[in-house]
């Protein structure tokens, strides 16, 4: 098990040597030069500075997706006739380009702090109340019927049996509105900001700065990536109960 | 004085149509008591108003007409303590052990853990669940499954247990068997039995009394009275006067399942 992750480690470690070997270090830095980029990143006084902008933006936009995806879907999930009606709009809206509706948030919230938190969370509230909703529906009256045949208090209930009911999708929803949350932010920063990693980014980009912009996605494909292991890992013993064989 | 252990008096149930659906008349008015102790079981053709009558029994809805007293007081839209009820789907609840499942009503209502842990052993052997104790739902079958909601229903003791065609998904020879344990079940608790059922031996096999209910909305056509010693099992099936029985609830359920099948 353990050793698996190492050799595939190893594995994506070697195709990238060899890429950027292949296509050229000035366009892909390879592995070595870009953790030394890193070193270097986290010595620059200002760029401590950057990440706490895009932590804080961050955070502040997953919170926002999660406490209104969870009241979108709740509501939505509670009732047939809502559901039936909003499920199919929040799909197609979920599938429109959200880079479309920049201008909108910009419009509204202006360049800077706020505009990123709400383009990070625009990204997350949808899959986060699509989950949510899925959850609400998985939870079948028959459940509800025999807790109340059972005494329980309409608390009980809600602690006792909506939620284990409505857990793993509640995760799972979770563990997407975290990585599309994030996208989110990041695109903000990248077009409405002079602070943070997207900005960072964009900055990279102009310069043609490849061991800048490889570092940068480096760091965020780490965090990225062990946020949404970990919650997948949840997920997984969540729903062990009902799909052990 | 009457000393009914429940007593329903012109209880009426209609369903409000969703929309611009009309109401659904589905029960009643139904007037029945049911003895302290005894096994009575209720047959009717489907969709004829038995599930509703187990409802408003419980407790889990109000009748839109009528009342119901258990033991003395009035039911009203809430389940008294004493009543357990086994459903006709399976509520087993997957996320839980077979164990977890089966102390969940006394673990929510406070019970102290060894005095659970006592109560759901006896109660899982009693029902055959013992070796299963840790395994998951899922990892059971279906007759299994229902035995474990009945159990989960059993560790909380109640005087009138309410069952809703608990064997509904069996094949027949499970049936059998699960009516024998059903029997045993009631003769060891003294409980009062309600067993809603479509299968008319097995109410024949099985109860004290049978009532037999008519096409929706459901009334009360006949009142049949076996005689059956306490001690019995499903070898009365080979008794003469079984064939009695069944031969005059089948008399009175022909015609309300001719009746049931042409409206449907
Ligand atoms: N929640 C409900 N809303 C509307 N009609 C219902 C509802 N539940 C049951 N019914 C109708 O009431 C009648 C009796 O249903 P039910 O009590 O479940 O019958 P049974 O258990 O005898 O098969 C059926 O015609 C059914 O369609
Ligand atoms: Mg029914």
């Known amino acids: 098990m353990k050793f698996d992750k190492l050799l595939v480690l190893a594995a994506i470690l ?15 830095t390879p ?23 895009t932590t804080r933006a961050f955070a502040l936009a997953l919170v926002l997706s999660l406490a209104i995806g969870l009241l979108v879907g709740l509501a939505l999930g509670a009732d047939r006739l809502a559901a039936e009606v909003g499920e199919p709009m929040l799909t197609a809206f979920y599938a429109i380009p959200k880079v479309t509706l920049y201008p909108v948030i910009l419009l509204f919230f202006g360049l800077g702090f706020a505009a990123k938190v709400a383009f990070g969370a625009l990204h997350g509230i949808i899959p986060v109340a699509l989950f949510t909703m899925a959850g609400v529906r998985n939870v079948k009256p ?93 997920e997984r013993r969540l729903d062990h109960a009902r799909v052990v064989a | 004085m009457n000393d009914a252990h429940a007593k329903l008096r012109g209880v009426k149930r209609i369903y409000r149509g969703v929309g611009k659906q009309p109401p659904t008349h589905a029960l009643g008015p139904v007037d029945l008591d049911l003895k302290r102790g005894e096994f009575l079981s209720v047959v009717g053709p489907s969709g004829c108003g038995k599930s509703t009558l187990l409802d408003v029994l419980a407790g889990l809805a109000r009748p839109d007409e009528g009342t119901i007293e258990f033991e003395g007081k009035l039911v009203q ?34 019970m102290a853990p060894a005095e659970i842990k006592e109560r759901v052993d006896a109660t899982l052997s009693f029902m055959g669940l013992a070796s299963f104790a840790e395994s998951y739902p899922v990892q059971l079958s279906g007759g299994m499954r229902q035995r474990l909601c009945i159990a989960r229903t059993l560790v909380t003791r109640p005087r009138l247990l309410l069952l809703d065609e608990p064997f509904g998904a069996l094949d027949q020879q499970t049936r059998l068997l699960m009516g024998d344990e059903l029997l045993r079940l009631w003769r ?56 009695a029985v069944t031969a005059r609830l089948w008399s009175t359920l022909r015609g309300e399942s001719m009746k049931s099948m042409a409206t449907q």
């Open chain 1, 14 to 28: 070697g195709v990238w040597q060899m890429t950027s070997l292949l296509v050229g270090v000035e366009v892909l």
């Open chain 1, 31 to 53: 592995p070595l030069g870009t953790f030394a980029k890193i070193g270097r990143l986290f010595a620059d006084p200002d760029f401590g500075g950057h990440v706490w902008e």
């Open chain 1, 142 to 234: 028959g459940w509800l019927r025999a807790a109340r045949a059972m005494r329980l208090t309409k608390l009980q209930i809600a602690r006792s049996v909506l939620l284990p009911a409505a857990l793993p999708e509640l995760v799972a929803g979770l563990r997407v509105g975290t990585a599309l949350t994030l996208l989110g932010t990041l695109i903000g920063e990248m077009f409405a900001s002079q602070r943070g990693l997207g900005y960072l980014l964009l900055q990279a980009m102009e310069r043609n700065d490849p061991a800048t912009i490889t570092a940068l996605a480096l760091l965020l494909t780490i965090f990225a990536t062990s946020a949404s292991a970990l919650l997948l890992a949840l």
């Open chain 2, 77 to 110: 839209g809430e389940v008294p303590d004493g009543i357990g009820v086994v459903f006709q789907e399976d509520s087993s609840f997957p996320w839980l052990t077979v164990r977890e499942n089966a102390g969940f009503a006394l673990a929510r209502a406070g």
């Open chain 2, 188 to 243: 060891e608790t003294g409980a009062t039995v309600l067993l809603i059922t479509h299968a008319l031996d097995e109410a024949a096999m099985l109860s004290d009394r049978v009532a037999v209910m008519s096409a929706r909305p459901g009334v009360i056509l006949d009142l049949v009275e076996t005689d059956w010693p306490r001690d019995r099992d499903s070898r009365i099936v080979s008794e003469p006067s079984f064939g």
